[in-house]
């Protein structure tokens, strides 16, 4: 057992854990955060993406120990204020979900490809970049609609700030 | 996954000592295969070294043409590299298409050489850049690291610290990736610099990567796509699974070389 301490959506967390324990697991059951989701057990569907240290990660497939020390941040801890995270927003107006498994993780991974690209998207980024996410709905179309336009919601709203 | 025992590692020595005190020891980098591999329990380390907070082993430095990478640096990171794409765009190319983003952010360079998947993609670029795997004991050229299917020339601990090379004057990778992993089904680095023209082949090998005479010699004769059509590729050493056959893969070989010259 390892006692692990890390920073989870701004707050200082510490719980006991196995050292297998996942990182998605630790989050789940440790902290009660179940928005972040267990969709395969091979390391491939992507509901479990979370940002560790400012980037998309597996939480499938970190150890809860490896990510001691760290900040994550979960779909949980996007939203400020109780109001939608740009992406989470356009998701809701171009339904960008269907059954809604995959979504915390799509979303994870959408706020991430905006982070590095910015408002400059175009489709084939954004159908490259979503690789490790898998929509058993497959409802992609949407989906890729919901990043581009919230990419360009937050490009405008990034100028009009500036 | 079986129990198994964490320990950070803080320096390479700090590695190399944990690794020496307790038996079935693994390093563990980003973990993109080796805890994948432990969740479907087809490998049980009773102890894993957590490499990936070395601060020796992470960083790309670039002088002039001589390329440094450190061991834990992320296949993210060599992909986003100005100054590496400055040089040797091909690599940072390799790197960007390796797995998908969320792997490329965890993943190293000093895990996917180490591991020495039959398909992987480094390994390529490796042996057709005459790079040096730096361990912290001594330095390997590419020819002599890689040894086989996830074989290398590495002893029991020996860790990977760096991989160096001097960037070619032209260079190109090509993959046909697997459509489910991502993983190459054949793919071609070529490089064409002091030492003459590399080709080498990854993902199609019985045996691992290799180099290709053939295609080495047509394309020293004359660089370009179409030196490629001439080239027999033998079929009878390469690999033959679900996804493909030993004779599609040879006839991949030279498709994939053909655009990786074209793309350097």
Redesign the interface.
């Known amino acids: 057992m ?1 006692k692990v301490k890390m920073t989870v959506n701004g707050r200082q967390v510490g719980s006991e854990c ?3 324990t ?1 990182l998605v697991h630790f989050i789940r059951e440790n902290l009660g955060l179940t928005g972040t989701h267990v969709g395969c ?4 569907c ?1 509901a479990c ?1 979370v940002h ?1 240290d400012g ?4 939480s ?4 809860a ?2 990510a ?1 020390g760290s900040e994550i941040v979960t779909i949980e801890g996007l939203s400020s204020g109780g109001e939608l995270h740009p992406v989470q927003a356009a998701f809701k107006a171009n339904h960008g979900l269907q059954c809604g498994f995959c979504t915390p993780g799509m979303v994870m ?1 959408s706020v ?2 905006i982070r590095r690209h910015g408002a400059q998207l175009d489709e084939a980024t954004v159908r490259a ?1 979503l ?3 898998i929509c058993r709905c497959t409802g992609y179309h949407n989906i890729v609609k919901s990043v581009l336009a919230a990419a360009a919601e937050m490009g405008s709203a990034k100028e009009a700030a500036e | ?6 320990h ?1 590692a803080s320096s390479v020595q700090d590695a190399l000592a944990l690794k020496s005190s307790t038996d079935e020891t693994k390093y ?1 980098s980003g ?2 295969t080796l ?2 591999t ?3 329990r087809l490998a049980a380390p009773s102890d ?1 070294v ?1 490499l ?1 907070h070395v601060a020796d082993m992470k960083g790309i430095t670039v002088s002039g043409r001589s390329v440094h990478l450190g061991a834990g640096t992320t296949h ?1 990171d060599v992909s986003a590299s100005a100054a590496l794409k400055s040089v040797c765009p091909a690599i940072c190319h390799l790197a960007s298409h390796i ?5 490329r ?2 993943g190293t360079i000093g895990g996917s050489v180490a591991n020495n998947d039959p398909a992987a993609d480094y390994p390529a670029a490796l042996l057709a850049l005459d790079a040096v795997i730096v361990t912290d004991r001594r330095q390997i050229s590419a020819a002599e690291f890689f040894t086989g299917l996830f074989e290398t020339a590495l002893e029991e601990d020996e860790i990977v610290t760096a991989v160096t090379f001097e960037a070619p004057e032209k260079a190109g990778y090509s993959k046909f990736a697997n459509p ?1 992993s ?1 993983y190459a089904m054949t793919g071609v680095f070529v490089a064409k610099g002091a030492g003459g023209v590399r080709v080498a082949v990854t993902g199609a090998g019985a045996d691992g990567v290799f180099r290709h005479a053939g295609l080495e010699q047509a394309l020293s004769a004359n660089w370009s796509p179409e030196a490629v059509a001439g080239v027999t590729v033998d079929s009878s050493n390469l690999m033959a699974d679900i996804h493909a056959s030993a004779e599609y893969r040879a006839n991949l070989v030279k498709v994939m070389a053909k655009r990786a010259v074209a793309a350097a």
């Open positions: 390892a196995d050292d297998r996942l057990d091979t390391t491939q992507g993406v560790m980037r998309s990660v597996k499938c497939s970190i150890l120990v490896q001691a991974t991430d490809i970049e690789e490790g996410n | 996954m079986y129990a198994t025992n964490y950070r563990l973990g993109m805890i994948a432990m969740k479907q894993l957590d990936r993210y797995g998908d983003p969320h792997v952010h965890m489910a991502r």
